[in-house]
């Protein structure tokens, strides 16, 4: 006796038909990262250690802070401090542009004191200049206005004509100038020759090629430099504290040399350089975006924000 065995019999599919058949419910599943999970939870413990201290321990003096945080003497230091941030970046980069230019295009000559100015003003650091301005007097008592190697027509001494806020000006601007030229120069290095060649190629003037071929390209790499380059200024200003300028920290200093409230006062100084930076930075990040409109990337602030708050990165093109 022999049993019949089973017979499978598979549906006929016409030529040019595909055979629909339900596709698997596949679930995607992420890769476990123990390791990252336990640093996480170490930073959230830390960081709730930190907030605890800063709430429970009375020696920083929170009312005492708030007090001084908006005094009269500390938004003027305020005041000079943004001041004095502003009008050394804004000539400091247009001297920066100009050695830039000396560096690309100048001759030999010019060439060789662009680069020899950036090599020494980058290798001095700033409170040394500030410090050798201040105390230039020394070198020169007297700066004169004549023609060269013959007769003077005026003087000029130089105790009275370079004060403690001017020698600041000048060092500070000698100092951004160093690093935005070469800021500059990186970010027109950056563009392809072969974009200038096409323009030229297509009867374009030397400036209109400048201007709407090289320049546009260049500024992406420019303004997150130049955004870094203009918040280090910011602190660096409190430097000229030691010259007896009355910026932010010095006039948080002389508070507290007379109640000798230290650390309320350097909170008061702290928090107003964190606000400051954090708005700087805020302006950087929408200047970048505007230079970086129709390239990949450039996303709004919200995405920004709400990634940087999430505890798991976002994969790109998943669903939100």
Do not use: C
Request: hydrophobic letters at 55%; charged letters at 15%.
């Amino acid at each position: 006796m022999h049993l019949a065995s089973p017979i499978m019999v598979l549906p006929t599919v016409s030529p040019g038909r595909t055979l629909d058949v339900p596709a698997p419910h596949v679930r995607l599943v992420g890769r476990r990262r123990p390791a990252r999970w336990v640093a996480a939870t170490v930073v959230v413990v830390l960081a709730a250690m930190f907030v605890h201290t800063l709430v429970t321990n009375e020696r920083f003096e929170w009312p005492t802070v708030a007090h001084y945080f908006t005094q009269e003497s500390v938004l003027r230091g305020l005041w000079l401090t943004l001041w004095l941030t502003a009008v050394t970046f804004a000539a400091g980069f247009v001297l920066g542009v100009g050695l830039a230019a000396m560096r690309l295009w100048g001759g030999p000559l010019l060439q060789s004191v662009s680069f020899v100015f950036v090599w020494i003003v980058r290798s001095v650091p700033p409170l040394v200049l500030i410090l050798f301005w201040f105390q230039l007097a020394s070198l020169y008592p007297q700066l004169s206005l004549g023609i060269p190697f013959g007769p003077e027509f005026t003087s000029v001494d130089t105790t009275h004509l370079i004060g403690p806020l001017t020698a600041a000006f000048i060092a500070l601007t000698i100092d951004v100038a160093a690093f935005a030229a070469e800021i500059v120069r990186g970010g027109l290095v950056s563009v392809d020759p072969g974009q200038t060649e096409a323009a030229r190629s297509l009867g374009l003037t030397p400036l209109r090629v400048f201007r709407r071929i090289v320049l546009p390209q260049a500024m992406p790499a420019i303004v997150p430099a130049s955004g870094n380059l203009l918040i280090g200024l910011l602190k660096s200003t409190s430097l000229v504290s030691v010259i007896a300028v009355t910026d932010l920290l010095y006039s948080v200093q002389l508070v507290y040399n007379q109640n000798f409230k230290v650390m309320p006062l350097l909170l008061v100084a702290t928090i107003w350089y964190i606000v400051i930076t954090s708005l700087l930075a805020v302006g950087q990040y929408f200047l970048e975006r505007y230079f970086a409109r129709g390239r990949r990337g450039a996303r709004p602030f919200v995405d920004v924000l709400r990634d940087a708050a999430r505890l798991r990165p976002r994969v790109s093109g998943a669903p939100r």
